[in-house]
């Protein structure tokens, strides 16, 4: 994941004010990094998402920090976050909330689900049935929860983040494609390389705790104001013709590629352009390149397609495929 993003060079002059924004977000990334070796591209991932107000999927197999990385950032933002672990007999309610009959009132009274947080952690979300899978769907695209025709809007920022593991089918249920759709960014935990391993053991040998991020320094280091202040900044990224075209010429070229069944949609294309700015503006410029479209390609478009099963057989993924679109479709000027 960390080859996805790479350092670019900054705008030599930036207004103050989009300096201490920025400021503000690589500290968070500072904080993380005191409980979470390595994944430093996972990490800026995430902080996409947040200032695109998108949703995030994290594959990867147990054991690398996946829970870790979402409450370092929610206690580095000063955010609520709460973690659902998604099972064979989870019921749609369990997640969004219910009425429960109040004996002493003799009404119904609206006993809010976990979904009602700022960052939602879906741990293990193809081990639920499609059915309570759905129940996320309002969530993620309305941010609200509709209970007996009553719609209830979850608080601000909302962010999902699920997870799954990539090797193990057993007893899961496949996303369906209206909720992978949904997901910003899919995001690759990988396991983390010989030196950062060592590192992870000397922390915990040292006394680290990843249950007690205070005792291991990570606290606030930016507020809702901050990420509110990162949201506008993006919004103001330029993006030109070209790039625009770019982006679009990119997802056409996955409906024409011959190992795919599925290609990019349209709200493919609205990712890639929205995640583009937010990492643009991460690196310090306002305005997007080709170079930043590229660095985000697979992160925004792996989960939106399907390969053809004869493409499969023959060895060939998603990023591949996604490899060779790219370099199949002309880089504007």
Same mark, same amino acid.
């Given at each position: 994941?960390?080859?996805?993003?790479?350092?670019?060079?900054?705008?030599?002059? #930036?207004?103050?004010?989009?300096?201490?924004?920025? !400021?503000?977000? !690589? !500290?968070?990334?500072?904080?993380?990094?005191?409980?979470?070796?390595?994944q430093d591209g996972v990490i800026t991932g995430l902080l996409i998402a947040l200032l695109c107000e998108g949703? $995030?999927?994290?594959?990867?197999?147990?054991?690398v920090a996946k829970t870790?990385?979402? #409450?370092?950032?929610a206690a580095a933002l000063s955010l609520e976050s709460k973690r659902v672990q998604f099972t064979p007999d989870l019921m749609p309610g369990d997640v969004t909330g219910s009425l429960i009959y109040?004996? #002493?009132?003799?009404?119904?009274?609206?006993?809010?689900?976990?979904?009602?947080?700022?960052?939602?952690?879906a741990d293990e979300i193809n081990r639920t049935p499609p059915k309570t899978q759905a129940a996320l769907l309002e969530a993620m695209e309305e #941010?609200?929860?509709? $209970?007996?025709?009553d719609p209830r809007p979850l608080p601000v920022p909302f962010l999902v983040a699920a997870t799954q593991n990539p090797v193990e089918y057993e007893g899961t249920y496949p996303l369906p494609e209206a909720q992978l759709d949904r997901f910003l960014l899919k995001l690759t935990v990988a396991l983390p390389e010989r030196h950062e391993e060592i590192g992870i053991l000397e922390r915990h040998a040292a006394g680290f705790n990843p249950r007690d991020l205070a005792a291991a320094g990570v606290g606030q280091v930016a507020t809702g104001s901050d990420l509110a202040a990162g949201r506008e900044a993006v919004r103001r990224v330029r993006v030109t013709p070209e790039i625009t075209g770019y982006v679009v010429d990119i997802c056409r070229a996955t409906r024409m590629s011959p190992s795919l069944r599925?290609?990019?949609?349209?709200?493919?294309?609205?990712?890639?352009?929205?995640?583009?700015?937010?990492?643009?503006?991460?690196?310090?410029?306002?305005?997007?390149?080709?170079?930043d479209v590229k660095a985000l390609a697979a992160p925004s478009l792996r989960h939106r397609i399907q390969l053809r099963p004869e493409a499969e057989l023959d060895g060939?993924?998603?990023?591949? $495929?996604?490899?060779g679109v790219l370099a199949s479709v002309l880089v504007p000027r």
């Open positions: 994941m960390t080859a996805e993003y790479q350092a670019t060079t900054a705008d030599p002059v #930036r207004p103050a004010d989009q300096v201490d924004q920025r !400021a503000a977000f !690589a !500290a968070v990334r500072t904080e993380v990094g005191k409980a979470v070796v390595g949703h $995030v999927l994290l594959e990867g197999v147990p054991g870790l990385l979402v #409450r370092s950032l109040d004996a #002493r009132t003799s009404q119904f009274q609206f006993r809010p689900g976990p979904v009602f947080t700022n960052l939602l952690l #941010r609200q929860v509709s $209970v007996e025709g599925l290609g990019a949609s349209p709200r493919a294309a609205t990712a890639l352009q929205s995640s583009s700015r937010a990492w643009a503006w991460l690196s310090g410029r306002d305005y997007v390149t080709p170079d060939a993924t998603p990023e591949g $495929v996604l490899d």
